[in-house]
């Protein structure tokens, strides 16, 4: 328990103080952000806003996890290091999109056959290692089976494996891209996720198979690979995001820019599939699920009747150009997204109580 405060405080304290500095140096290298055209009117005025912000949290998350371990003395698991490596790995591939956006005043950054095989290398090499390095229990960080609250199903193997952890790799890193939108929407939002991951492997740790013996009922006992470590590292991206969300919220000192936005979530889904908790990531990240289908939508439709069913695709920008003032979006949006990690929780919990 002392690991998870640590961490959490430790990351919190680095993003508040250290969020300021990065901004004073971004600034003074004109890496501002770039505003599209056709966008919200509302928007023009942040163009020149310092971007890549999300190098602020990704070095607070991996420098609060570090300091946790050296002051509690705990040695560092293999599906924490994994996870931190997944979120770095993919916060590199959104700082060099970042870059070209700024440095060769190129709005789509990275080309993106480019992007995506960074993304896709990152992730392989995660799905790859994460069912390897069996513990002294025969436990890997991840199981080959698909999970919901637990493991279900029969074995999927390892190439189907890697495949379905590419797809939610994916899906959700740039469904966290999709909703940083707006000051403060995706940052506020993945403080509620990573609160909630933070209990459930808390949970987890006190119901672990590995203290079966201490529990009154050890058959219902949970088989996950080092949780207590895997909610270190929640918090600790929670503390730092909720550090950065003081900067980050309306009116907007600094953007996450596709740095921030990737990395998030790369750990998003990081953390679901070393805690056998994949599709339950669908609810608990709600939001950027809604967001991320209005995308699709908006597209399939314009594609098959050449009409459009949202004013403006992603969601958030439909309801601002619907007359909702910024903050008002935001704060919607922040409730739907509390309801989905209530929700979700709320299942998690059935699910282990019925089993």
Request: charged share 10%; hydrophobic share 50%.
């Amino acid at each position: 328990m002392n690991q998870i405060l640590f961490s959490g405080a430790i990351g919190l304290f680095l993003t508040l103080i250290g969020t300021p500095l990065l901004i004073k140096l971004l600034a003074r290298k004109g890496y501002g952000q770039y505003i599209r055209d056709d966008g919200p009117r509302g928007h023009h005025s942040k163009r020149g806003t310092p971007t890549m912000g999300g190098i602020a949290f990704i070095l607070a998350t991996l420098a609060a996890y570090a300091l946790t371990k050296v002051i509690t003395g705990e040695a560092p698991t293999f599906p924490g290091v994994l996870v931190l490596f997944l979120m770095a790995g993919m916060g590199v591939v959104g700082f060099l999109d970042d870059y070209i956006k700024i440095v060769k005043r190129r709005s789509l950054g990275l080309r993106a056959g480019a992007k995506l095989s960074g993304q896709l290398v990152v992730g392989s090499l995660f799905a790859v290692l994460a069912i390897r390095f069996a513990d002294d229990r025969g436990l890997t960080p991840a199981s080959l089976k698909l999970s919901f609250v637990t493991d279900f199903g029969w074995t999927i193997g390892p190439v189907l494996f890697v495949v379905w952890a590419l797809f939610m790799i994916l899906a959700m890193s740039n469904g966290v891209n999709l909703t940083d939108g707006l000051d403060g929407l995706a940052t506020g939002a993945s403080v509620m996720v990573f609160a909630g991951y933070t209990f459930i492997g808390l949970w987890q740790f006190q119901n672990s198979c590995a203290n079966a013996m201490s529990l009154t009922d050890p058959g219902s006992c949970i088989e996950v690979r080092d949780p207590l470590d895997l909610a270190v590292v929640a918090s600790a991206l929670m503390g730092a995001c909720l550090g950065f969300l003081w900067w980050n919220t309306s009116p907007a000192k600094i953007f996450m820019g596709d740095t921030g936005s990737l990395a998030l979530g790369g750990a998003l889904a990081g953390l679901a599939i070393c805690s056998r908790t994949q599709l339950l990531l669908a609810l608990l990240g709600g939001l950027f699920v809604l967001i991320t289908l209005s995308v699709v939508i908006q597209v399939g439709s314009f594609k098959m009747t050449g009409k459009r069913v949202f004013k403006m695709a992603p969601l958030q920008h439909h309801f601002e150009l619907k007359g909702w003032s910024e903050v008002l979006v935001v704060v919607r949006f922040w409730t739907i997204q509390g309801i989905c990690v209530i929700v979700g929780l709320g299942l998690f919990y059935a699910g282990w109580a019925a089993g």
